[in-house]
C-alpha cells in the first residue's frame, strides 16, 4: 500500500466557490495556480462587466476576437451541447437571470435578483466559433453563461500547466469540480468525498487514479425566500428550475468540463435517463433522489474507496 | 489551436492526436443515441444548417483534446485506494 504524504495544497475563494488545490511536487506552484484560476475568472466572469464572456454577451450579433482560453471554453460548451442533443446548453443565460440570479452568488445570499426582465433567448446552434480568427459569434438577443462548465475547464487547465511545470501530481477544485492527474503523494491516489446533498456526510467515497469529478445540486446555488427557493439548473425545454426528481448528480469523468456537461446532463435527464446517459458516454456516477436515495451506475463501484459506505458496487 | 497558452503560467507540451480520435467516436456515438432518444425533444429543433456549423465548430473543439491518459473516452480511471481518508470533496456547484 502507498505511504501517505501530505501534499502542497492551497486553499482560497474564486469564481464564487472555495478552491482546493493539492500538489504532489514543488509547493511554488501553489501561487501559480492561483493566479491562473484568478485570471480565468477576470475573462470568464459574468458578473464582472469587463471580463471576455460580459464583452460577448455585449456584442452578441457580431464576431468577437477571444482570448485562446475562451475560444477552448466556448467550443467545449458546443460540443456539450452537442453530444447531449442540447439537453445541457450553455445559452440559458436569459432563463437564469429570469430566475433571480443576475448577481454573484455571495451579494444574492435569500435575495431575489432583478433580472425578470431579461430579454435573451436561448440558441447554441447558432453559436459559432471561427479557430482561424479565434473568434466567437453569439446570435443577436443570445446570452452565454458559462458558469459550472468554466470550472471544469478551469480545473482542466491549471492541473495539465501544473503538470507540465514540473508537478509529478495535481488535483485542482473548483467549488466541488475538480480534476486530478498524476499520482497523490506516496503513489496513490486521489481520495474524494462526495457529500450528500441531503444530510451530514459523504454520500460515498472514491479514489481515482486520474479523472474529474463534479456534482451538480438543486442544493447548492439555490436562492430566493423560503417557499420560492429556486436554483440554477435550467432546464432548457422549460426554461426554469428543473424538478426531475434529484436532488443531485456527480460524475466521474475524463475532464473537468466532460463531468460538469454530463453530470447538468444527467440531473435534467432525471434518474433513468440520467443514468443512462452516463452509461452511453463511458462514464460513472452517483444520482441522490430527492428522498436521499442512491443511485450508482453500474461501474461506479469500481471507484469506491473504504466499505463503500454502503453505496452498491 | 492550443487552448492554453498563458502569461501567468507555464505551456504544456506537445499533444498526441489519436486519444482525440477516439473522444471524438464517443462523442459521436453519444450524440447518436441522444438525438435518436434521449435528447430527441430538443435535438429536433436544431435546424440542419446551424447544427452543421456548430459541428465544424465543436470538431476543432475536440481536436483540442489530449486525453493523455489510458482511459477511452469520456471515463475516468479507478483509483486502488482502499482505505485512505479523503483529501476534498465535491460538494456541488
Given at each position: ?78 460540443e456539450?451541447?452537442?453530444v ?72 482542466d ?22 480534476r486530478a492527474d ?26 481515482l487514479d486520474r479523472g474529474a ?38 460524475v466521474l469523468a475524463a475532464r473537468g468540463w466532460q463531468a460538469?456537461v454530463l ?14 446517459l452516463l452509461t452511453v458516454a463511458g462514464a460513472d456516477g ?11 451506475t453500474g461501474g461506479f463501484?469500481r471507484f ?10 | ?14 499533444r498526441r492526436r489519436h486519444p482525440a480520435a477516439r473522444s471524438r467516436v464517443v462523442a459521436g456515438t453519444l450524440s447518436a443515441v ?28 475536440s481536436a483540442?483534446e489530449d486525453t493523455g491518459s489510458a482511459s477511452s473516452g469520456w471515463g475516468a480511471t479507478p483509483g ?14
Amino acid at each position: 500500500m502507498a505511504t501517505m504524504v501530505a501534499p502542497a495544497e492551497l486553499r482560497f475563494r474564486a469564481m464564487g466557490s472555495d478552491v482546493h488545490v493539492l500538489v504532489n511536487g514543488p509547493a511554488d506552484l501553489l501561487p501559480v495556480a492561483r493566479d491562473r484560476v484568478e485570471e480565468l475568472e477576470r475573462r470568464w466572469s459574468r458578473f464582472r462587466p469587463d471580463s471576455e464572456i460580459s464583452r460577448l454577451n455585449a456584442l452578441a450579433g457580431s464576431p468577437m476576437a477571444v482570448s485562446p482560453e475562451t475560444l477552448g471554453l466556448v467550443g467545449r460548451a458546443l460540443e456539450g451541447a452537442r453530444v447531449t442533443g442540447g439537453r445541457y446548453d450553455p445559452t440559458v443565460l436569459g432563463d437564469v437571470l429570469r430566475a433571480g440570479y443576475d448577481r454573484s452568488f455571495e451579494e444574492l445570499g435569500d435575495g431575489l435578483g432583478t433580472g425578470g426582465g431579461s430579454p435573451l433567448g436561448r440558441g447554441w446552434a447558432r453559436v459559432t466559433v471561427d479557430p482561424g480568427r479565434s473568434s466567437v459569434t453569439l446570435p443577436a438577443g443570445v446570452g452565454l453563461d458559462p458558469g459550472g462548465i468554466g470550472k471544469g475547464y478551469a480545473a482542466d487547465l491549471v492541473v495539465e500547466e501544473l503538470r507540465a511545470a514540473g508537478a509529478a501530481g495535481v488535483l485542482v477544485n473548483l467549488g466541488g469540480d475538480l480534476r486530478a492527474d498524476g499520482p497523490a503523494p506516496g503513489g496513490g491516489s486521489w481520495v474524494v468525498a462526495i457529500e450528500h446533498p441531503l444530510r451530514v456526510g459523504p454520500a460515498a467515497t472514491v479514489a481515482l487514479d486520474r479523472g474529474a469529478v463534479a456534482t451538480s445540486s438543486r442544493v447548492r446555488r439555490a436562492w430566493g425566500p423560503a417557499g420560492g427557493r429556486r436554483h440554477h439548473l435550467i432546464d432548457p425545454a422549460t426554461g426554469s428550475p428543473a424538478d426531475t426528481g434529484l436532488a443531485a448528480v456527480t460524475v466521474l469523468a475524463a475532464r473537468g468540463w466532460q463531468a460538469e456537461v454530463l453530470a447538468k446532463a444527467a440531473f435534467l435527464g432525471g434518474l433513468d435517463r440520467g443514468r443512462a446517459l452516463l452509461t452511453v458516454a463511458g462514464a460513472d456516477g452517483l444520482l441522490v433522489d430527492d428522498r436521499g436515495g442512491r443511485h450508482p451506475t453500474g461501474g461506479f463501484g469500481r471507484f469506491l474507496a473504504g466499505d463503500g459506505a454502503g453505496v452498491g458496487r | 489551436m492550443d487552448p492554453t497558452p498563458t502569461a501567468a503560467g507555464p505551456r504544456r507540451p506537445a499533444r498526441r492526436r489519436h486519444p482525440a480520435a477516439r473522444s471524438r467516436v464517443v462523442a459521436g456515438t453519444l450524440s447518436a443515441v441522444l438525438f435518436l432518444g434521449l435528447g430527441a425533444g430538443m435535438a429536433t429543433r436544431q435546424s440542419s444548417a446551424t447544427t452543421a456549423t456548430t459541428s465544424a465548430a465543436s470538431s476543432s473543439a475536440s481536436a483540442q483534446e489530449d486525453t493523455g491518459s489510458a482511459s477511452s473516452g469520456w471515463g475516468a480511471t479507478p483509483g486502488s485506494s482502499s482505505d485512505a481518508s479523503p483529501m476534498t470533496s465535491s460538494q456541488g456547484s
